[in-house]
Every structure is written in structure tokens, then in C-alpha cells.
């Protein structure tokens, strides 16, 4: 690697033009959110305004943000989404593990169709799952056929529960394969050798080994889901609200962008809250690397 | 011992339990069955849809007469082109700088650049939108003429997209020898040639699947462009989304199933690209 002084025209040259993308049309935008979040919408003749601000008044909109109904949405979001990424998990880690261990010349093929889905719009993954839970949907006509039903499997917490799933699935097997792909197998071997049964070498063997993958595939669903706004839109209705769509309402047909902003970077603190939860994982872990 | 076990039947031999494959069929099943009806039911001559009635080509005519859906579906094949090729220009360029130069505060500057990928996407799309309104940028571009009144989703895009080229790029530039630089610099080659016909050809492979990610990146974005979007311009997701709201039709059918092979034909060609074995030569 060359130092930066070394040829200083072309570090500028290849630098400048990203650097400044990112400061103008990201972290200035960014910090017009900041600030608006700790501002009020102006009084003008005894009269709430509509577009005018009065900047940096306190911290009123953070306040707010903690009554206990906003509360109730984000405490309902964490847990969605964390059992989201658990059912991710249970799901995804025997995909993985099945395609590490099948033959070679399928190993591509399966990777590809899990990833599939990833690359088709998220909306219209979404929508395809409308179709499928809708009361007229394909699961109550199957039920119909066994008796059962109509029964109404949308706009409820199972639906964005599924949906999520649904969604991110592929973020949770491919860090989950990349490293029980990695894994050395005669460890496997020794620990069924020693007497130990399929069962215990899985889980003292396979899946402290494994660690590092489960924890990149837990952050990589968790905070996508805890960010998601499409999915309780479409799939949960107003049953199944979240963070998401608090923000989304506050920016669109509540029009209180001062509260909007002070919950998007609650958001934001949990989101880095977790990135750093994964940095210590990291550093305290001894299995196999991501 | 050896002789009793049945091929395939060793301790490890995970691939061929039973379980295991039932459980890959269930998976894949129910991974695949909500796309594969929305699919074939884009050719049903049903109107509401979930009864199989006959194969007709009916509502691809009439997603085609729809103007507003063909104008949407136009503004974002417009907006991902252009954003593509200003995403892919920036994020090669900054993949260049990080793979050649150390300098000062770089992890910093690493960190910086994988912003974009980590925060809420819900937190950048109303970023931006206050970002656009406070600056006058968002009522600027509404009477400019087309395309240039996309100016803002393209930028809004381009901020998200550029990272990720940047991340591809620079995998592909890990696999390098840099002593076909210094061979070429030797023969007689200035910076400029010895970039041009040394480490851009090297870097094409992963140049083009970075653009064909930005590409589909741009083509799927609906939150950004939900929030960046003023009220006069509308990008496919966007429509399909009003669309959605208002309920299931064989139309949307039919506009997904579109939209859907073309972003799997881009996967495809940027997967086959950036297959090692296939492009390392």
C-alpha cells in the first residue's frame, strides 16, 4: 500500500467526489434531522404552524417519545423483531448447515436459491404474501378443503412476525454458512469419537464453534426488522404497528416532523446499540471467524 | 466396521438424513410458493384472483395500457440508469483509494463509507426528505423538465447505492499483483495509461457487478423514494404500493413478474461475473 503523500493529485482526485457525496446528501441531511429533533413547531398568532420551526427549543420531542403508548410501540418492536430473528435462526441454521454438508455439486445451486428471493422487491414479496393469508387467500382455500376456516391470518402480529422471516431469511444463512463452512470437521469427529451423541456435539461442539456466524446473522435480521416499515404497513395494518411506522406517520399524515426526527434517531441509538453489542461479541469469541 | 456403513450413511454424512431433506423441501417450498402463484397467476383470466380459470395474456395489456404504471415503470429504469453510472464512477474510486493508499483516520473514513449500509433506511429516506425541503432542492426541481425533475431520487440514491459498489470493487481488487503495475510502469507507462489498460480491465469484472447491484438496488428502493419523492413524480415501487393498498389484482400480477426477471436476469449476469473461478484469469 502506498502512502497517501506518496502521489497526493491522485488521492485527492479518487477521495473528494464520495467524500463530499456523503457529507452533503447523508451526514448534512443528517444533521437537519438532528436538530430538528430538538425543536418545536413555531406559535405564530396563538396558531400551531405548519411550516415554520422554532429551532433547538429542548428536549420535549424526546420526552414525548416516552409516554407510555410510544413506549408500548417500540417495546412491541424490539420483541417482534426479536422473535422474528429467532425463528430466522432455528430456520436458517439447518438450511446452512444442510448445504454445507451437501454434495459439492449442489453446494451452488442451494446458495443460489436461498438468495433468490433476496434480489426480487421487497414489496412485491410482500404482496405476494398478501395473496397467500388473505381471507380469500391460498392457505384458508387449502383449509377449506380439510373444513377448516375462513380463518383471517393478515393485518395481525403473526403476519409481520412471517413477513419479517419471510424477508430476511438470507441475511441469516449466508453468515450462517460462511462459517460452518469453515468449520473443521474433524472436531465433529473427535467429539463423536469420544462418545459424545449427535445432540451434545451439536450443541458443545458445533454451535460454540459457530458462534461468531450466529451472532453477525442475528445483528444482520434484528436490525432490519426493527427498522422495517414495509412489512407491518402492508401485512400488519393498524393492529401491528412499529417504530417504522410511527416515523412514517409523523412525516407524512401527522405532519409533526420535530417528533418524527427525535424518534428516528432512537432508532438510529439502538441501531449503533447493537453494532456494538457485535463488536464485543466479536472480541470475546473464540470460534471460527465470519 | 467401514464395510457395514452404506454409503452415505457415515456420522457425518448430514446431507443425506431424511430430516434434514424434508425440512430443506418445506423451506424451500414455502420460500418459493407465495412467488411462484404470484407468477403464474399474472396469466389468469380470474379478476380477483386466487381460482384458476384459463391462460390469457390479458393483463400484461392492460399493465402495458396503463400509462401512469408505464410512466412509473420508465422514471425508475431512468433514475437506476443514471444513478448506476454516477454510483459506479464514485464507489470504483473510492474502492481504489482504500485497497492502494493508507493515510491518516482511515478506519474512520471505512466507517464513514458503510454508513449508508447500517442505518435505518427509514432514518436516510426522511433525512433526506427534510433535507430536500429545507434546502429548496424539493420545490427547485418540480418544474424542471424530465428527466431532470428526478434529480433528487437520483441523488438520494446514488448516496445509498456508491458503498456497496465500493465494497464489491474492492473484493476484486484484493486478488490484484501489483507487480503488473510496477511491469507496466517500467515498460514506459504513465499513471494514467497503466490505470486505463492495467487495473481497469483487471477491475471489470467486479465494475460491472457493482453496477448491476446499484442497478437493482436503484430499480428496488421503495422507502428512500417513498419520502424522497415529491408529489408529482412516481417510480414503480411507489405505484405498486398505492397499488397494493388498495388491494390484490392480477394487473400488479403482472407488473411484478416483469420487474421481477428483470432484476433476476441482472443477478444472474452479476453473480456469473463475480464467480472466482470464472473471472480470475
Request: charged fraction near 10%; charge should be positive; glycine fraction near 8%.
Amino acid at each position: 500500500m502506498d502512502d497517501w503523500k506518496g502521489n497526493r493529485r491522485v488521492f485527492w482526485t479518487l477521495g473528494t467526489p464520495g467524500f463530499f457525496w456523503l457529507l452533503l446528501f447523508f451526514v448534512v441531511p443528517l444533521g437537519f434531522l438532528f436538530v430538528m429533533s430538538f425543536s418545536d413547531k413555531a406559535v405564530v398568532d396563538g396558531q400551531v404552524s405548519i411550516t415554520d420551526y422554532d429551532y433547538l427549543t429542548g428536549v420535549s420531542n424526546y420526552i414525548r417519545a416516552f409516554e407510555p403508548l410510544y413506549l408500548t410501540i417500540m417495546w412491541k418492536s424490539i420483541w417482534v423483531s426479536a422473535l422474528a430473528t429467532l425463528v430466522c435462526l432455528l430456520t436458517a441454521y439447518p438450511i446452512a448447515f444442510g448445504i454445507c454438508f451437501a454434495p459439492a455439486k449442489w453446494k451452488p445451486l442451494l446458495l443460489l436459491l436461498v438468495i433468490l428471493p433476496f434480489w426480487i422487491n421487497l414489496l412485491i414479496r410482500t404482496y405476494a404474501l398478501i395473496a397467500v393469508f388473505r381471507t380469500q387467500g391460498y392457505v384458508n382455500l387449502a383449509l377449506g378443503w380439510v373444513g377448516l376456516g375462513p380463518y383471517d391470518m393478515l393485518y395481525n402480529n403473526f403476519a409481520v412476525i412471517f413477513g419479517l422471516v419471510y424477508v430476511y431469511m438470507p441475511f441469516m444463512v449466508l453468515p450462517l454458512y460462511a462459517t460452518i463452512e469453515r468449520l473443521d470437521r474433524s472436531f465433529l469427529e473427535a467429539s463423536l469419537d469420544l462418545g459424545a451423541s449427535q445432540f451434545q456435539t451439536f450443541l458443545k461442539v458445533t454451535v460454540p464453534l459457530t458462534m461468531p456466524g450466529i451472532i453477525t446473522g442475528i445483528i444482520l435480521v434484528f436490525i432490519p426488522c426493527l427498522g422495517s416499515f414495509l412489512t407491518p404497513d402492508l401485512l400488519g395494518g393498524a393492529n401491528a404497528v412499529m417504530i417504522g411506522n410511527v416515523i412514517e406517520r409523523q412525516f407524512k399524515a401527522a405532519n409533526d416532523w420535530p417528533f418524527g426526527a427525535a424518534i428516528s434517531f432512537l432508532l438510529m441509538y439502538a441501531t449503533f446499540g447493537a453494532l456494538a453489542l457485535r463488536a464485543l461479541f466479536a472480541r470475546f469469541s473464540k470460534g471460527v471467524g465470519v | 466396521m467401514a464395510g457395514q456403513l452404506k454409503p452415505g450413511a457415515g456420522p457425518l454424512d448430514y446431507g443425506n438424513r431424511t430430516w434434514l431433506r424434508a425440512l430443506f423441501i418445506g423451506i424451500f417450498f414455502i420460500l418459493y410458493m407465495p412467488i411462484i402463484t404470484l407468477i403464474a397467476f399474472s396469466f389468469n383470466t380470474d379478476k380477483r384472483g386466487i381460482v384458476w380459470r384459463g391462460f390469457t395474456f390479458d393483463n400484461y395489456v392492460k399493465a402495458m395500457t396503463n400509462d401512469s404504471l408505464i410512466e412509473a415503470l420508465v422514471n425508475s429504469l431512468v433514475i437506476a440508469l443514471i444513478a448506476t453510472v454516477i454510483a459506479t464512477i464514485i464507489g470504483t474510486m473510492v474502492a481504489i483509494l482504500l485497497w492502494r493508499f493508507k493515510f491518516p483516520f482511515k478506519g474512520a473514513f471505512e466507517g464513514f463509507m458503510a454508513l449508508p449500509i447500517v442505518i435505518p433506511e427509514i432514518c436516510m429516506g426522511v433525512a433526506l426528505l427534510l433535507f430536500f425541503i429545507e434546502s429548496g432542492m424539493m420545490n427547485a426541481v418540480v418544474g424542471l423538465v424530465w428527466p431532470f425533475n428526478l434529480a433528487n431520487i437520483i441523488i438520494a440514491h446514488v448516496a445509498f447505492c456508491f458503498p456497496f459498489v465500493a465494497v464489491v470493487v474492492r473484493s476484486r481488487l484484493v486478488g490484484f499483483n501489483r507487480q503488473l503495475e510496477e511491469a507496466s510502469k517500467d515498460l514506459g507507462a504513465s499513471e494514467w495509461q497503466t490505470f486505463r489498460n492495467v487495473l481497469i480491465p483487471f477491475m471489470m469484472p467486479g465494475i460491472i457487478a457493482g453496477a448491476l447491484l446499484a442497478f437493482t438496488l436503484s430499480l428496488d428502493d421503495f422507502v428512500i423514494t417513498f419520502f424522497t419523492s415529491g408529489p408529482e413524480t412516481v417510480t414503480f415501487p411507489v405505484k405498486v404500493y398505492s397499488l397494493v393498498r388498495r388491494g390484490v389484482s392480477p394487473e400488479i400480477n403482472a407488473a411484478s413478474t416483469v420487474l421481477i426477471v428483470v432484476t433476476i436476469v441482472a443477478t444472474v449476469i452479476a453473480m456469473k461475473l463475480q464467480a472466482p473461478e470464472k473471472s480470475g484469469h
